[in-house]
Structure formats: structure tokens, C-alpha cells
């Protein structure tokens, strides 16, 4: 992306934001890509960068172990490993060891599904490998600690053990001598030392003459005399001999290692770069998570729509200090392409500008956006600004001189790929002029097709807005009661200045604010206060469209727990019916089992008794007594809905009631204990005691 002035980036603060972003990383490659983050203009880029940033920012959110902790610089290492007939020692391959290490805890993390889950991150490693046979090399000729095994090869297993050996006897030895010369009382206080990697006696110096061997030197008051005895010379120079053909045998190992090592040397900066790559992007997501940082959508065109847009530098500082920061609402496509901020000072006009622009090159830069996740932002080629003050000593320009400078650069180059944003156009010379001159300065972008935004106090601007294509107004609440700014963007009409508001309440005497009111022209005079009247109202239905909303929300959770309380109640009703249906079917369970018992004891009775008729009126019984007892139920229900029983004596034509079968018919002749009951054609003969007389019921 093209940025003028040169100092475009930095207006906008966008050096503090790679300055956050630097302090993140952790490796030297992290660190020197952040302090020279690049701007891009390509799609296929900048989606990749935010998707990288997107996923590890997921990965971190949900507390997932990722195998990114090599923080070493090992260029050097790796670079001098490459290098024919040079030689690594311990410390080194240890550092080379570690990075191997990490990166085959990568590849590891790196699964199938990982892969497929996290595509952007597995970009990074996609054209690599992991190659065991690295570290395998490193562990069979050097241990934990960095030092050459003794059996790195069969020569310095031999040295070293002779050299253990001969270590061993030039203990005994000196142990023996020293024993001897302690006797003596020749000894010092501290008995023995070493010089120059040998083993000394130390001696009083009155005593030295006595004892045989090399002089070393003495102590610095003179009273102490350093000697190699003669006994451990001869050892003492094997022992050296053997240290000497060991620290050969070590390079000549540790060389063939580096010679076997070099193929993996490109290799190794693979994997340094890899491990570099991946600290930088933890260190965008890290930062993205301190200011709130998504991914919106990204579009390959001239476009800008914003929804809950912050500042970052802003919203960091305000999360520290506990303050709330006012997202920034605003859409700029190719019909509403230039947006005029107009309203108080310090109301937030430039905040916003900023805001917008700051964004637009965090996105363009690979770095998530603090946006709302469904925001759109397209890609510009280029980025002009102009805010503050520009007056040049050094070319002896004015501040207006030097601001038209900016603005003939501005409409000499602006095309549809530009967003431009201008504080305060046409200030510095005479408003009338000066306000003609931002008219058709605005006019020109336009007609380029630019986007942009700019600040501005003057009234011509806010009425060419509404009559130009492409160019609208937009202003910065202001509470007119607190006499306190809103900072919060209105797109769709101009704000005012409110001057003679701001005057009165910070309690300018009222003579004075009255002359300047004659002075100014009638008609602006209106409009100010028009627009002043126009804000107003719009903020008071949006409180009001607030309260509605709020009350909407309400409404919707009662709705919400009402309906859970008819489900509660539904479900306890349902709950019910499942009991009474569960103790109907009990009492019908109980009864079959009843049933079964009994017909067990009835088969066993047919098979003892004799009488099988007698067996089988039993099971007859059993089976058909309640289906029996349900018929005559019904058959009494329906008898008693038209006859009522009588107390009377039973005789010949009374009508009568069998108590069994529940039939009605009557009486022909009574037999002494019988009678002869005709029931429609068929006459019975019936017991008395069987009989109930009973008499119809009235119809009604």
C-alpha cells in the first residue's frame, strides 16, 4: 500500500501498534517481522494472515496445548553447521537438539484432524518435514548434558579408560606422598593444589629444599611453596598425554559430526524460520485478544463497513483504566463514498478518522481488526492523510499553504482504490474562501471516486453533502444539558457547532452572546440552531427507541417463562396421567398373577379329583365370573333407570325383579315357596327369595 506523507502510518499510530506487537514475540525472527510489518494489497495475503492469527487465537481462547516454546536464536549455529571442514561443540548441538526436539512435538500436534481443523496453521508447515534421524545422530555421540559419549567411538573408549586408570594410581600415589610429607609436619594448611592442570603439594617454603620434585611457584606472602612430587611426575605427564589424545579424539568425533549433520543444515532453517513463524503469530493473537481483535469479512474491492469498530490503542487503554470505549458504526460503498464529520471539538471527529484508518492498515497488515465479526472490509491501494497542523518552516509554507500542497497531491493521484481522510478542510485561510476551496476539492475526490473521510466546521460542506453524489453527512453526538460529548457517530445529518450553547454554559455574559448573534448571518443563524434542535431530537427517540427495545426484551423473556411454565404444567399433567396409567396397569398385573396361581391350583385339583365337572365350573368361574360381574353391572345400571324397587309382599300379577340376571317380569302363580314369573313368552319358575318387587318410574 502507498502511504503519503511518509508519515502517514505514524499519524495514525500505527508504529505504537507494531511496538505492542513486538513486545509479544519472543524469537529475533518474530520480532524483526513485527518491527517491519508490511502492508499488502493482495487477498489471498491478507486471508491467510488473519486466518492464521484467527486460529491460534481460537486455540489460545480454548486453552489448547500448542507446541510452540523454542525461543532460541541459533542462526549462527545453524549457518556455521553449513560451513566445510567447521566444527560444533556441545552447547551448540544441544540448542540445534532442542529446536529438532520442538519441532517433532509439531509435527506430532499436527494430526489429520488438526490439520483439517486449523488449515491456515498447517500452511506453515505444509512444505516441510520432520526428520528423526537428527536427533539420533546428536544422542549417539553426545549425552543430556552436551558431553561426547566414551563410546562415541572405540578410540576414546580406550583413552578414556586408561586415562581413568592412570588417574586413579596418580591418586594413590599423591595420597601416599602426601601422607608421608604430613608426618613430616612439611605441609601446609591447605595441603594440596593444582597448577597449570597438575596436582601440587603445598609446602611451608622453609621446608621446600626437603622434598624432591618440581617447584611450581608460591603464595604471595612467600610462605607457601607449590611442588610436584617426583614420584607423581612421570604420572602426571601420562595423565597429560592421555587429556591431550582425548580433546583430539573429541573434535575429530565432534567434526565428523558436523560433516554428517551439514545435508540437514537447510533443513534446520526451515525449521528456525517455522518456529520464528509460529511465534509470530502467537504474539498477533495475543495481541488481538488484549484489543478485542476478529476477523471480519474481507473483500477484494474499495468498500468499508464497519459495525462496533474500536480504536485499538483506545480500547486497550480504557479496558487498563475501567473505562468504557463507543464503537464506531459506519458503511462506505460506491453510492455513499465520502463521509463529512462535522459537530464540537473535541466531540471525537478525529478519533473516529483515525479509528477507520488505523483498521484499514491493521487489515491490511494480516493483524485482526476490532470489529464486530460480520463486518466487511475491502483493500486500498492507497492511503493518503492529512491531520493537524503542516506548517512548514523549512520551505516557508503556511499552514494553508502547505495543506493546499497535501490537497493538490490528493487530487492528482486519488482514484477508486484510495481512502483519504482530512481533518479540518479549508482551515487556515478565510472561511468563505477557504470553505469555496474544500468544495471543490471534495467535488474533485468524488468524481474520482475515492473514499474518504473528513472533519469540518463549515456550513457550505454540510449542504453540499446533501446535494452531491456520493458525499454524505455524518456528526458527533453532543449532550447540549452536560454540555458533554457522546462520541458517537451519526451518519445521515450534519451536527452543529454549538457555539452559542457551549458560550452560555461555560457562562460568557449574555450582552456578549447576544451582539455575536446580531453579527452573524440570520439564515446560518437558523440552521445552526435548526441542526442543534435536529440532534437533539434524534438522540432523545434514541433513547426512546432504547427504552423500547429494552421493554421488547422483556416482553420476550416473560414470554420465555411462561412458556415454561405451561410446559412444567403440561408436563406435570402428563406425569399424573402416567401414574394413574401405571396403577391401572399394577392392579391389572396383580390381577392376571392372582389368576395364574389359582389356575395352577386348579390343574393340580384335576388331576387329583374325580369329579372333572365340578373342576371345570371352577375354572369356568375364574376365567368369566368378572366379565360376568361387568355384564350384569351394566344390565342393573339400565333396570334401575326405569324400575324402582318396592317394599311390598310378593303376589300374583305384581311385577317382580330377579336378583340374579337382573330380568323383570310378572307373577302368574305363586307354588308355596315358588312362583311362576312370566318373563315376555317364556314362564319360569323362581324362588321368593330370588324376587324384588318393583314398579316403573314416572316418565318425565
Excluded at 303376589?651 to 337382573?662: E, H, S
Aim: proline letters at 3%; a positive charge.
Amino acid at each position: 500500500m502507498k502511504l503519503y506523507p511518509e508519515s502517514a502510518a505514524v499519524q495514525l499510530e500505527f508504529d505504537k501498534v507494531k511496538h505492542l506487537l513486538t513486545e509479544y514475540c519472543k524469537t529475533e525472527y518474530a520480532k524483526n517481522k513485527a518491527s517491519n510489518l508490511r502492508i499488502h494489497t493482495k487477498k489471498e495475503y491478507i486471508l491467510t494472515e488473519l486466518q492464521q492469527s484467527h486460529e491460534y487465537k481460537l486455540i489460545t481462547q480454548t486453552a489448547q496445548y500448542f507446541p510452540n516454546d523454542h525461543v532460541l536464536n541459533i542462526h549462527r549455529d545453524i549457518k556455521l553447521l553449513s560451513i566445510p571442514g567447521s566444527t560444533l561443540v556441545g552447547e551448540q548441538w544441544m540448542v540445534i537438539r532442542k529446536l529438532a526436539e520442538s519441532m517433532e512435538k509439531l509435527f506430532r500436534w499436527f494430526d489429520n484432524e488438526r490439520r483439517l481443523a486449523y488449515p491456515a496453521l498447517t500452511q506453515v508447515i505444509a512444505e516441510s518435514y520432520y526428520e528423526k534421524t537428527i536427533i539420533e545422530l546428536i544422542d549417539e555421540v553426545l549425552d543430556e548434558q552436551g558431553n561426547v559419549r566414551d563410546n562415541a567411538s572405540p578410540e576414546l573408549a580406550k583413552i578414556r579408560m586408561s586415562l581413568y586408570r592412570k588417574r586413579n594410581e596418580l591418586r594413590r600415589m599423591f595420597d601416599k606422598v602426601l601422607s608421608k610429607l604430613s608426618k613430616s609436619g612439611y605441609t601446609a594448611d591447605i595441603d594440596e593444589s593444582f597448577s597449570n592442570g597438575r596436582r601440587v603439594v603445598a609446602v611451608f617454603s622453609e621446608h621446600k629444599r626437603m622434598v624432591k620434585g618440581i617447584l611450581h611457584g608460591e603464595s604471595d606472602s612467600r610462605r607457601t611453596a607449590f611442588i610436584e612430587p617426583e614420584e607423581t611426575i612421570g604420572l602426571n605427564n601420562d595423565v597429560f598425554s592421555l587429556e591431550n589424545d582425548e580433546r583430539k579424539e573429541v573434535m575429530r568425533i565432534l567434526r565428523d559430526l558436523t560433516g554428517r549433520m551439514s545435508v540437514y543444515s537447510s533443513l534446520l532453517f526451515v525449521y528456525h524460520d517455522i518456529a520464528g513463524e509460529l511465534d509470530f503469530i502467537r504474539a498477533k493473537a495475543k495481541l488481538a485478544i488484549d484489543m478485542n481483535g476478529n476477523m471480519p469479512n474481507v473483500a477484494d474491492k474499495a468498500h468499508i463497513e464497519l459495525k462496533d469498530a474500536y480504536h485499538p490503542l483506545l480500547y486497550i487503554y480504557n479496558q487498563k483504566s475501567g473505562k468504557k470505549t463507543i464503537p464506531v458504526n459506519l458503511t462506505l460503498d460506491e453510492k455513499e463514498r465520502i463521509l463529512i464529520i462535522s459537530g464540537p471539538n473535541a466531540g471525537g471527529k478525529t478519533v473516529t478518522m483515525k479509528t477507520v484508518g488505523l483498521n484499514q492498515l491493521l487489515l491490511q497488515s494480516g493483524l485482526l481488526v476490532p470489529v464486530h465479526p460480520t463486518s466487511q472490509m475491502g483493500i486500498f491501494r492507497q492511503l493518503y492523510i492529512h491531520i493537524g497542523d503542516t506548517q512548514s518552516i523549512e520551505f516557508e509554507l503556511s499552514t494553508y499553504s502547505s495543506h493546499l500542497l497535501h490537497m493538490k497531491h490528493f487530487i492528482e493521484n486519488a482514484n477508486g482504490k484510495t481512502m483519504f481522510f482530512i481533518d479540518e478542510l479549508g482551515s487556515g485561510s478565510d472561511p468563505n474562501l477557504g470553505g469555496a476551496f474544500a468544495e471543490v476539492i471534495l467535488e474533485e475526490l468524488a468524481r474520482r471516486h475515492s473514499y474518504g473521510i473528513v472533519t469540518t466546521h463549515y456550513l457550505n460542506l454540510k449542504v453540499m453533502a446533501n446535494r452531491t453524489n456520493g458525499i454524505i453527512n455524518g456528526a458527533m453526538a453532543f449532550d447540549e444539558v452536560h454540555l458533554q460529548p457522546l462520541y458517537k457517530l451519526i451518519v445521515g445529518k450534519p451536527g452543529s457547532s454549538y457555539t452559542f450553547s457551549i458560550a452560555e454554559r461555560i457562562g460568557l455574559p449574555q450582552q456578549l452572546i447576544n451582539r455575536a448573534r446580531n453579527l452573524v448571518d440570520e439564515d446560518h443563524f437558523k440552521l445552526d440552531r435548526l441542526l442543534n434542535r435536529t440532534e437533539q431530537d434524534l438522540q432523545q427517540l434514541d433513547k426512546e427507541k432504547k427504552d423500547l427495545h429494552k421493554l421488547i426484551r422483556e416482553n420476550e423473556k416473560l414470554k420465555k417463562e411462561m412458556e415454561q411454565v405451561l410446559d412444567k404444567e403440561k408436563h406435570r399433567q402428563q406425569v399424573e396421567l402416567l401414574k394413574h396409567q401405571n396403577v391401572i396397569t399394577e392392579d391389572r398385573i396383580n390381577y392376571l398373577k392372582d389368576t395364574e396361581r389359582k389356575l395352577k391350583q386348579i390343574v393340580l385339583e384335576w388331576r387329583k379329583a374325580d369329579d372333572k365337572a365340578a373342576v371345570m365350573n371352577q375354572v369356568q368361574n375364574l376365567l368369566f365370573k368378572k366379565k360376568e360381574q361387568l355384564v350384569n353391572n351394566k344390565v342393573a345400571k339400565k333396570l334401575d333407570s326405569k324400575y324402582k324397587e318396592v317394599s311390598a309382599d310378593i303376589t300374583v300379577g305384581a311385577k317382580v325383579k330377579l336378583r340374579k340376571n337382573f330380568q323383570v317380569g310378572q307373577v302368574k302363580e305363586i307354588r308355596g315357596k315358588r312362583a311362576i314369573v312370566q318373563i315376555g313368552v317364556v314362564p319360569m319358575s323362581v324362588e321368593l327369595s330370588d324376587l324384588i318387587v318393583v314398579e316403573e318410574k314416572p316418565t318425565s
